[in-house]
């Protein structure tokens, strides 16, 4: 009789085990799927975030550009204004030398 008693209560500590075994086994798949899932969620952040930048990227390329092409043009007319100032001033000098001349 007590040999039973003692089968039944291995027999329940073998079941309470099994069970304590299989919570965690659950647990820990648990907690894998979790960090699975917040992994593909970081990777689809980062995902977006970089398409976010290669836009910003592009835009700002082409800003420059515009900038760039702003910046020759200005730079160009100046130049055309420089050049206009130095033959009117060659003129005019020329214009001095041949008033000059012709006293």
Known sequence: MIEEEIKKIRDAESRALQRIQEAERISKEVVEEGKRKIMEEIEERRKKLVEEIEKWKRSAD?????????????????????????????KEVAQEIITEIFR
């Open 62 to 90: 082409a800003d420059g550009k515009l900038q760039g092409e702003k910046i020759l043009e200005e730079y160009r007319e100046k130049v055309k204004k420089i050049e206009k100032i130095g033959e009117d001033r060659i």
